[in-house]
């Protein structure tokens, strides 16, 4: 049932216009995460496609009681355990009463700015399959020249499923705490760059899934444990990361986050400092956690030595499943790794392939360098 259900969604978006580029297997990959529906505690859809990535790969695959995937393949059965994680949840909404009239009242799933949320599609999860929702806007021609450069607050935003009374909702199965994800087809544009839905943090997870099939095809030996770790829930309070790390219990973590790109009209340095081509981003500073400095610093060594520009971000307003790991137990040297992202928390953001590119090669070539001595030495604070 479920995989039928999985079958028609990625169906009804495989018509999305691609530019008339061709997508390799990487960005076929990116288009299946970034298209699947998964609004925090709504993760199903993604969940799906990363348990049969990590189960192709030979990995063991494991649960936690939130519903976050733990895969392991003893890269190193002696070797330190290095929880590698991203997470599987999107922003999105949730179906909070219904209308007389058939019209669907909302709360929001993680942090939306107001202006985002009216003149959208959206795919409402429920019981008996997708359904698309409109969120409705008033038209210009009865909306009074005081309120045009309005933004409506969460209260007036409501969604259209085409139906004409609350009963016709609920038949479409369709009841209050369902989820409610963006909908937002992939799409390639110039310059390598991909424009795509739920870049945060699809394309965390599309990194991890792609670094784990390179060490395997390419036969990379990695000193450690690596577990790795797709959570639920982060966007409504590192949730899923909080239970998995649990699980896991690693000696030191890396999370794989969407970076907050700050390179269009209208952005500062003084509000985040990446930038799409500039290569991998890592976080000196975020509202969740500073890193690890011992750690942060070997992953600037290693870009270095490899060639990669390491964009170091320092802004807050941002929290991630990293501080989880962070303060796990007595505490864990952990960091935040990200590819460069413009329009997060939005219907569309956009990528570019090569820094989702690099910050493959550079988390492989950390990898390859965390063995048992150089993770005690991160984690000794004698010197
Ligand atoms: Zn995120």
Redesign the pocket.
């Known amino acids: 049932m479920r995989h039928m259900w999985i079958f028609a969604v990625t169906m009804g978006f495989l018509a999305s216009p691609l530019s008339g580029q061709s997508l390799d297997a990487t960005a076929a990959l990116m288009r299946a995460l970034t298209e699947a529906p998964g609004p925090s505690g709504f993760e199903e859809a993604v969940r799906e496609i990363v348990v049969r990535e990590f189960e192709d790969l030979g990995l063991d695959i494991r649960f936690d009681g939130l519903g976050s995937v733990l895969a392991t393949g003893t890269y190193s059965a002696r070797g330190p355990r290095v929880m590698v994680t991203a997470?599987m949840d999107e922003v999105g909404l949730m179906v909070q009463h219904i209308t007389p009239d058939g019209f669907i009242r909302v709360k929001m799933l993680g942090g939306w700015l107001r202006q985002a949320l009216p003149d959208q599609r959206w795919t409402v999860l429920g019981r008996a399959g997708p359904v698309t929702g409109i969120s409705g806007i008033r038209t210009i021609h009865v909306t009074p020249g005081s309120q045009r450069d309005q933004v409506w607050s969460l209260e007036e935003t409501f969604l259209d499923v085409g139906a004409t009374s609350a009963a016709e909702v609920e038949a479409m199965g369709i009841r209050p705490g369902d989820g409610i994800a963006p909908q937002s087809a992939f799409v390639m544009l110039p310059n390598g760059r991909y424009a795509a839905k739920a870049w945060?943090?699809r394309v965390?997870l599309a990194v991890m899934l792609i670094a784990a099939r390179r060490i395997r095809d390419e036969g990379i030996r990695i000193p450690a444990n690596v577990v790795w770790v797709a959570t639920t829930q982060?966007?409504i309070g590192l949730r899923g990361a909080q239970t998995s790390v649990v699980l896991a219990d690693p000696d030191i973590g890396i999370s794989i986050?969407?970076g907050v790109a700050a390179d269009f009209p209208g952005m500062r340095p003084t509000q985040a400092q990446e930038r799409l081509g500039g290569g991998p981003g890592i976080f000196l500073l975020d509202s969740s956690m500073i890193p690890n400095r011992k750690f942060s610093n070997l992953f600037f060594d290693v870009a270095e030595e490899v060639g990669i520009t390491l964009q170091p971000d320092v802004l807050t307003g941002y929290g991630?499943d990293g501080a989880e790991i962070q303060r796990f137990d007595t505490g864990r040297p952990t960091v935040n790794l990200t590819v460069p992202t413009r329009y997060l928390h939005a219907h569309t953001g956009v990528i570019q392939r090569s820094d989702f590119d690099e910050t493959v090669e550079l988390l492989i070539q950390v990898l390859r360098r965390l063995d048992r001595e150089t993770v005690g030495e991160v984690g000794n604070f004698r010197e």
């Open positions: 997470h945060d943090d965390g982060e966007e986050e969407a991630e």
